[in-house]
């Protein structure tokens, strides 16, 4: 019996944290988020700087001219996020679209919204279509869609 007792204390006092496994930073309190600075080009996952789930799709502007650079850089981003249901016409032509509930839009026939609503549809829709607001800085959103103007000008 006392064998046991003896292996039940030794085990309850070996179940302690003795050194905190770096639990117990001297760096930075556990109130505190740690103080370096993300990488150069990450993305943030928290706190964006807008929110732009309440804001008037209809009155955003592109903070920079939506011509045939930021149009290129927004191809390589469009081949990322949107190609798989969208298609690389933009005529929702996959066989991921065939799959789905609701057939996602034919973007070259998006010709009456505005870049505000396209780049709000990306960032903040409320609709079926995934949202990319943790995934896509402002700037990737606006150049997807300088690409997906270019897309409906070649229709």
Known sequence: ??????IAILFVFGCENIDGDLHDQVSFRVQESPRRLN????????????DYSNIDAVTLAPPFQLGAEAA????????????????????????VADKLDVTPFDLTELTDSTDGEIFWKILASDSIMARYRNELTDKEAWEITAYVRKLQETK
Do not use: Q
């Not at 080009?41 to 700087?49: F, W």
């Not at 990322?80 to 249901?85: G, N, R």
């Open 72 to 95: 290129n850089r927004g191809k390589k981003l469009y081949s990322i996020y949107c190609l798989v249901c969208h298609g690389k016409t933009g005529e929702a032509d996959t066989k």
């Open 39 to 50: 990488p150069v080009g990450s993305i943030p996952v928290y706190n964006r700087k807008i």
């Open 1 to 6: 019996m006392r064998f046991w007792l003896l």
